[in-house]
């Protein structure tokens, strides 16, 4: 037996093991902890789908997109609009009625895993439909072309009212999403994008980050690389954005605008610019620190002075920790470091573990 297979063996059995480990933790923490953590936990998880996939366009192929909130909105409006019960959407589409065949049908729970997919995917094909012009762009006219994207579906999302209901947004979307689905989506998330990145595939993505003229003489194809990563962070943004509105139960223009994209680009920038564990880490640590933060916008007395509560001092305070980073850790917490094979044996099995 060679020695590849016996790498590949382990990684198999490491591979099951996490997910025993994932599984392991997901009974665990719904019996022992309370609404509020697992509140806190599924929307860790769904951060880490999103980030994960923004990463591997602006981190591992290294270009510049801003408009990851543009997926999430079209995977999130799409679940929605599938998952929400007919006689609910009666009572929402009160100034006009949903379009046919929308109004016509209701996805049953047994077919969220569907509507999730369909969600992914519509923002996948919009992503490819976006991808083909923009991707021919570099640097700063590339982050303003998928910005501009991203306005433009929150502006029709406020105007295209038979289909969004506006500015209103719809209400009452059934709260499918649970840890159970969170952790399994940010788990495959981490593991489908992570093989991608190790293949050859994902070689090519880093050659094209580091000299996209190198690449391609080395042959190269760089538009159908860059299309191919762009459409499948795509997907797991639109995946993120259907979680995300069955846990909160609505979905409105507002709760898709820039912030959402700019909460990601903290997110892979405190992390480390294409390494896959540090946006994992960092968006997990980031959810926890949006709630503890919750403090600095609530007003405080202080003997005989009162403060009042600033709303927005959250995204403040992250700003100042990214300036501060930026000035001693250029690269992120990680850099573009990876938690290795190896790694993970030696925490799980102790030091004899990498020989």
């Known amino acids: 037996m060679t020695v590849e297979k016996i790498s590949a063996r382990c990684r198999l059995f490491l591979t099951v093991f996490l997910f025993g480990l994932l599984v392991l933790g997901v009974v665990l923490a719904e019996r022992y902890l309370n609404a509020y953590l697992i509140r806190i936990l599924n929307t860790a998880c769904i951060y880490v789908v999103a980030a994960v996939a923004y990463n591997l366009v602006n981190g591992v192929t290294g270009q510049f997109s801003l408009g990851p909130n543009a997926f999430m ?8 609009l599938l998952m929400l019960p007919l006689a609910q959407k009666k009572e929402v589409y009160f100034l006009q009625p949903l379009i046919w065949p929308l109004n016509a049908f209701s996805f049953p729970p047994s077919l969220f895993i569907v509507a999730l997919f369909l969600g992914g995917l519509l923002a996948a094909l919009f992503a490819l439909l976006i991808g083909i012009p923009t991707l021919r762009l570099r640097g700063d006219y590339l982050a303003i072309a998928t910005f501009g994207f991203g306005e433009i579906v929150i502006v029709l999302a406020n105007n295209l009212i038979p289909i969004t209901n ?26 489908v994008v992570k093989n991608l990145v190790n293949s050859s595939f994902g070689r090519a993505l880093k050659a094209i980050r580091e000299n996209e003229i190198a690449a391609e003489a080395m042959g190269v194809n760089l538009f159908r690389h860059k299309l191919l990563a762009f459409v499948l962070s795509g997907f797991f943004a639109g995946v993120a954005g259907g979680l995300f509105v069955t846990l909160i139960s609505t979905v409105s223009p507002t709760l898709f605008t820039f912030s959402m994209t700019f909460n990601l680009l903290i997110i892979i920038v405190l992390g480390g610019l294409g390494s896959i564990t540090g946006s994992t880490v960092t968006a997990i640590l980031f959810a926890f620190l949006q709630e503890l933060l919750r403090e600095v916008e609530a007003p405080h007395t202080i003997g005989s002075w009162t403060f009042p509560g600033i709303p927005g001092m959250r995204m403040v305070v992250f700003s100042v920790i990214l300036v501060v980073l930026m000035i001693f850790y250029r690269r992120g917490l990680f850099g573009q470091r990876e938690l290795s094979f190896e790694d993970v044996l030696c925490l799980l099995f102790g030091r004899k573990a990498r020989a």
């Open 73 to 80: 909105a079209i995977g999130g409006y799409t679940v929605a």
């Open 166 to 191: 506006g500015a209103l947004g719809i209400k009452g979307i059934p709260e499918y999403t649970n840890l159970w689905w969170t952790a399994n989506w940010a788990f495959w998330t981490v593991f």
